[in-house]
């Protein structure tokens, strides 16, 4: 449906190009030919021949190395730069976060900064007036708002940041690396909200060096090499191939070159699970088990460098609701290689204990450091039956005669 | 149609406008222990040093002025609106480079900048020639209050002169950094080209023809005649000064609005 829509963004080969810093009288050659509206001869070609489109309710992540041109695309997009080339469309409000708390000056209070950072957005004073509540209490910094900016912590500086960028519903909002300032707690709050705001339709630009938030946060992705797009699709995909190159760059010239034809095209380069079963039967099917019956999850794991991987397991509820896992590392067990190259797993959970319902087993491939996790193979399985006890587990209990 | 466009601008982003012209005006004093007291004493302290200097060392005395009016009267009158100018288009020129950080992150209309930093120095030196007037006036100088009427019409016509050279220089600052540096030498050169510390009546002829080519002449020396009494309203003059400046504005901000795109590539 979305798709017969007037996209909100549409890039049409856009471009960027930066002028060299030069010394002597070329900056003032570079005002003249910017003036006849010709390109100063030295410059740096930041983003080269981008073009996508971005619909209502879409959300798309950026990625790629610092210095790929992200933060200058986002910058274009925002309305802060404009293309040297190719076309660019917008529509609707769009709402930059490229950093929190841009403009605010130290020396006037949080409730002053608000003000001009409104201002900023466009909103009138009154508008402001009516909103101040509802950022006062995102941002929670209670009496300070009446101290000046200087004397707050940067937790708080990026509260009231976000908080003040949030507090116009925007029908694109672009941000850059929002997520990675602020604690714990913060950082919920805004996946949170950003979360909410998906749900609501709204229209999602992240730029960010997680894949975990992009994969979370973002159904498309967008992979920046060197100014121009490398690879745009499903953000699970390109996340992984993004996480394949880093893994080829990393990896030392000399390549245990154990199995690379039985590992599939796109995944070669990581560590990844090459197949999973449940049972002994494979993920195209949803098996059924009865109450308290085993499970067995097997399978094998592809290594790139000859290192032994460990495999991390988990159940989860269809809904997403963990319920257990565990990783190979954690109980010291170490896969052991196939005569092709893979390392196959097996564990077993006897009398599982879950009620019925529909699950899903998990599986994950990790760096032998146990660190990493790299891909995200499932496979669902009902259990069956008819027991009215609450939650997913089956406790063992006994009640006590008193 | 890039002057009329220019206050649709303004108008539409008033709240910016303002925003931005308040946090100018703050800028100044916030951490300060007298705060905004300073643009009273400011003013006060100038026109006390000159009084001194000029009344009871120098003894000067202007000619064909009406007795009861002293020097201090005099300068004081043409001081403030300098002032204002002066100091207007000095940060109007460093107004886009300063907010670098706001040009870089933020789409906004970067002339709001300069017409902020301009409005400010105005308000502030505006509060100042007030508080100047009223002592003045309250220690019996002979000021001429119908005068102040015609402040109505000078008062917007060297604003939109200080507009235009901030304009002009801020968008070049942003490439050429030299401008701030040229620009404080070209001022005092002004200054001394500008009817304050005298009256064009003692200039000799050629320089006085020179020194009409100097747009500042038109509206310092009338706005000064005006508030002593001296002299006729000349409608005519000023009507067409401030043509020249809505032309020279609009030319100024078609070269701004031009320059503007690229800010943040070397900002």
């Known amino acids: 449906m979305s798709e017969t829509q007037q996209p909100l963004i549409k890039l049409a080969g856009v471009g960027k190009s930066y002028p060299l810093v030069q010394k002597g009288g070329h900056q003032l050659a570079q005002v003249w030919s910017r003036l006849r509206g010709t390109e100063p001869s030295h410059v740096f070609k930041a983003l080269q021949d981008i073009s996508f489109d971005v619909y209502k309710g879409q959300s798309v992540g950026l990625v790629g190395v610092n210095g790929a041109g992200k933060s200058t695309l986002l910058k274009l997009i925002a309305g802060v730069v404009k293309p040297t080339t190719g076309r660019l469309e917008r529509r609707g409000r769009i709402g930059a976060l490229l950093e929190l708390g841009t403009g605010f000056h130290p020396d006037y209070t949080g409730r002053d900064n608000i003000y001009l950072a409104c201002a900023l957005m466009g909103l009138s004073h009154a508008d402001t007036q009516s909103r101040i509540d509802g950022i006062l209490a995102f941002a929670d910094i209670g009496e300070h708002i009446d101290q000046p900016l200087k004397h707050y912590s940067s937790g708080m500086v990026v509260r009231l940041g976000f908080a003040v960028a949030t507090s116009v519903v925007p029908d694109v909002l672009i941000t850059d690396e929002v997520l990675a300032v602020g604690d714990e707690s913060f950082q919920k709050k805004c996946i949170v909200w950003m979360e909410n705001y998906l749900n609501n339709g709204g229209t999602l630009l992240l730029c960010s060096h997680s894949m975990y938030h992009i994969q979370k946060l973002c159904k498309q992705a967008v992979w920046i090499d060197q100014g121009r797009i490398r690879e745009k699709g499903l953000s699970a995909n390109v996340a992984r191939n993004y996480l394949a190159w880093h893994e080829e760059k990393g990896r030392p010239s000399k390549v245990a070159n154990v199995s690379s034809k039985t590992a599939s095209q796109d995944t070669e380069g990581i560590y990844h699970v090459e197949s999973m079963n449940l049972n002994g039967i494979d993920k195209q099917q949803v098996i059924s088990l009865n109450p308290q019956s085993d499970l067995t999850v097997s399978g094998t794991v592809y290594s790139p460098d000859g290192r032994t991987p460990h495999i991390a397991v988990g159940i989860v509820r269809a809904d997403g609701t963990p319920i257990y896992g565990i990783v190979s590392e954690m109980d010291m067990h170490a896969l052991k290689a196939n005569a092709q190259g893979l390392y196959p797993f097996e564990i077993v959970f006897k009398h599982l204990p879950l009620l019925p319902g529909r699950y899903v087993a998990r599986s994950h491939a990790m760096d032998p450091e146990g660190m990493r996790l790299f891909d995200h193979v499932e496979q669902s399985f009902d259990v069956l039956g008819d027991s009215r006890e609450l939650g997913y587990v089956h406790l063992e209990h006994h009640w006590v005669e008193k | ?267």
């Not at chain 2, 206050?7 to 004093?29: F, K, M, P, S």
């Not at chain 2, 030498?185 to 003692?202: E, R």
């Not at chain 2, 609009?250 to 701004?256: E, P, T």
């Open chain 2, 1 to 267: 149609m890039y002057a009329c466009s220019a206050l649709t601008v303004a108008w539409r982003h008033r709240a910016l406008l303002w925003a931005l012209t308040r946090r100018d005006i703050q800028n100044r004093y916030t951490g300060s222990v007298a705060g905004a007291l300073w643009a009273f004493m400011h003013p006060l302290a100038l026109l006390a040093l000159y009084a001194v200097v000029f009344e009871a060392v120098f003894k000067v005395k202007v000619p064909n002025l009406f007795t009861g009016q002293p020097y201090v009267l005099f300068v004081a009158l043409a001081l403030w609106p300098w002032m204002a100018f002066q100091e207007a288009v000095m940060r109007g020129t460093t107004a886009v480079q300063q907010n670098g950080a706001l040009v870089k992150k933020v789409a906004f209309d970067h002339e709001l900048l300069i017409y902020s930093a301009v409005l400010s120095c105005f308000a502030i030196h505006g509060v100042g020639f007030a508080v100047v007037l009223v002592i003045l006036g309250v220690l019996g100088f002979n000021i001429h209050f119908l005068g102040l009427l015609s402040l109505l019409a000078f008062v917007p016509v060297l604003l939109l002169m200080a507009l235009v050279l901030a304009l002009l220089l801020g968008a070049l600052q942003v490439f050429v950094r030299d401008v701030e540096q040229l620009l404080s030498q070209a001022m005092t050169v002004l200054f001394y080209a500008t009817p304050i510390l005298f009256p064009m009546a003692i200039v000799p002829r050629w320089l006085a023809e020179a020194m009409h080519y100097n747009p500042l002449v038109h509206v310092i020396e009338p706005l000064r005649n005006g508030l002593l009494g001296q002299g006729s309203f000349d409608a005519e003059s000023i009507a067409w000064v401030a043509f020249v400046s809505v032309i020279a504005f609009a030319v100024a901000r078609a070269f701004f609005l031009r320059l503007s795109p690229y800010f943040e590539d070397m900002v």
